[in-house]
């Protein structure tokens, strides 16, 4: 590409009195036009934070991106863009995806940016930035933000959330003391870095890669490993010839890509926040993807990571094993291998030669985790529009169970009674929670993994049946049935289950049924009334205004709609 081919000669490389104002700006930044005039501009979005612990390495990644952009003839400019730290963010870091998305997507349109390296990783940035990227449609190149170190306490190997509900559970169910919990504070996260597990963090991170958007392996790289730095360099070179290439995302993130991506997603065992991600990342990518092509693909691949919650091992270990390369070559009969990515002309060089090293974590095709992918996706007179269960992460005895429902109208509330024992729970009980959906929550918290009765942990038993139109953390497990949609905030079938109620959950059969004559429930609907809106202004206003379902993918109905928005004149 010839310097006035970028697009940020629009910005520096006229006549006019713009051009001239531009480049005397850039003087006072402190640089030479040497440096970066007729050179393809990078913006390197950095979503770090003092306060984002998964991404607290991010500064220095920027620095080692900026080092490969320049080796490579380029002119890296870092731009800080919204942290979303599932840990800190309330009510739930999801409420603010779309913004980080509506922030990506203007700042590479109205800055002069040719090409940009995304650098993100807890688990709604990768993609939020991806979806404000693909609405850009520059060329771009992801950069996760790496796994953190295996957890340890007391000779035991932890994984971060995954052991965190169980050690929970373990206290209330008085097995372990307030000093044993003090340990555990200081050996579940040892080191920056997302989740070990197969959480959301590391699915969405692998989806990305799969897509064909990082460098190879780069999804499984520990954070604080000397490669990490050395694949951000690696970005930050390659991000240049792709600018060079005009190799725009829009090229990239084709339908074939997001079937492979979920594919991937369900073979790795991996959460279900992925699919309302997935869904939203190929709207904004102009691919319609559905939650029946998720069950469709469910069922040609089998589950061949055996990472916690649903299996053994942590990321690290799957790393060493080969990472995603590795994985995606065990599955390259159900993958389009002649697409291209960041790295190579087709995915199939870049799956050249790529070997499983551990055949414990990354099973074989005659040896799966489980048969079918580790999401099914439910329908019925509970879920006209769908709902999702990660069955891998459940007692097998409940994938087909009828129980009674005891109904909570909101997590304070179920938070306040859950050990009532009043209300009389036993281990056949349904836990329904409602109001947690995308208006309702707001913004969907991950609420979904209900708490056990205390009783009923301390007789030993670790899993029941719970529903709601919340989502769950990827790294916890249960028999939970989320995203239930429509959801119950704007009068979907769960605003009107009642304590008592029958339901049948059958995995099976992908089914779940709220056992009531529809007379019942058509009676029960004409008495039900809309609740208040949660905002009365603001951005959460907007989001109430705004936000699409949970099987849409709950993005924004005036980002997800098609129209064109025009490049800025810069003259």
Known sequence: MRPDELRSHQWYGTDGLRSFSHRARTRQLGYLPEEHLGKPVIAVLNTWSD????????????????????????????????????????????LYRNLLAMETEELLRSYPVDGAVLLGGCDKTTPALLMGAASADLPAVFVPAGPMLPGHWRNEVLGSGTDMWKYW?????????????????SGLARSPGHCMTMGTAST???????????????????????????????????????????????????????EDAVATVLAL????????????????????????????????????????????????????????????????????????????????????GATVHNPEVIRPRT?????????????????PDGAVIKHIAAEPHLLRHTGPAVVFDDYKQMQRTINDPALGITADHVLVLRGSGPRGGPGMPEYGMLPIPDHL?????????????????????????????????????LALVRTGD???????????????????????????????????????????????????????AFLARDGEVPEPYAG
């Open 51 to 94: 306060i984002n612990p998964c991404h607290v390495h991010l500064r220095d990644r920027a620095q080692a991106v900026k080092r490969g952009v320049w080796q490579a003839g380029g002119f890296p400019l870092e731009f800080p863009v919204s942290t979303l730290s599932e840990t800190f963010q309330k009510p739930t870091p999801m």
């Open 169 to 185: 559970d373990d206290k209330r169910a008085g097995l372990i003391g307030d000093c044993e919990l003090a340990e555990l504070e």
């Open 204 to 258: 969405l991170t692998a989806a990305a890669e799969a897509l064909g958007v990082t460098m190879p392996g780069a999804s499984s790289i520990p954070a604080v490993d000397s490669g990490h730095e050395r694949m951000a360099a690696a970005s930050g070179m390659r991000i240049v010839e792709l600018v060079h290439q005009g190799l725009t995302l829009s090229r990239l993130l084709t339908p074939e890509a997001y």
């Open 269 to 352: 065992g991996g959460s279900t926040n992925a699919v309302i991600h997935l869904i939203a990342m190929a709207g904004r990518s102009g691919v319609r993807l559905t939650l029946d092509d998720f069950d469709r693909i469910a069922r040609t691949v089998p589950v061949l990571a055996n990472l916690r919650p649903g299996g053994q091992y942590l990321m690290e270990d799957f790393h060493f094993a080969g990472g995603l390369p590795a994985f995606l070559a065990q599955l390259t009969e159900v993958l389009h291998l002649d697409r291209p990515t960041v790295a190579h002309d087709t995915l199939r060089e870049q799956l050249a």
């Open 367 to 383: 040896k799966p985790l489980a048969d079918e992918g580790g999401v099914a996706v439910l329908r019925g007179n509970l879920c």
């Open 457 to 493: 942990l301390k007789q030993g038993m670790r899993d029941m049946v719970r529903l709601s139109d919340a989502r769950m953390s990827g790294t916890s497990y249960g028999t939970c049935v989320l995203h239930i949609a429509p959801e119950s905030h704007v009068g979907g079938p």
């Open 502 to 556: 029958l339901i049948t959950l059958d995995v099976e059969a992908r089914s779940l049924h709220l056992d009531v004559s529809d007379e019942e429930l058509a009676e029960r609907r004409a008495a039900w009334t809309p609740p208040p809106a949660r905002f009365g202004r603001g951005y959460g206003a907007l989001y109430d205004e705004q936000i699409t379902q949970a099987d849409t993918g709950c993005d924004f």
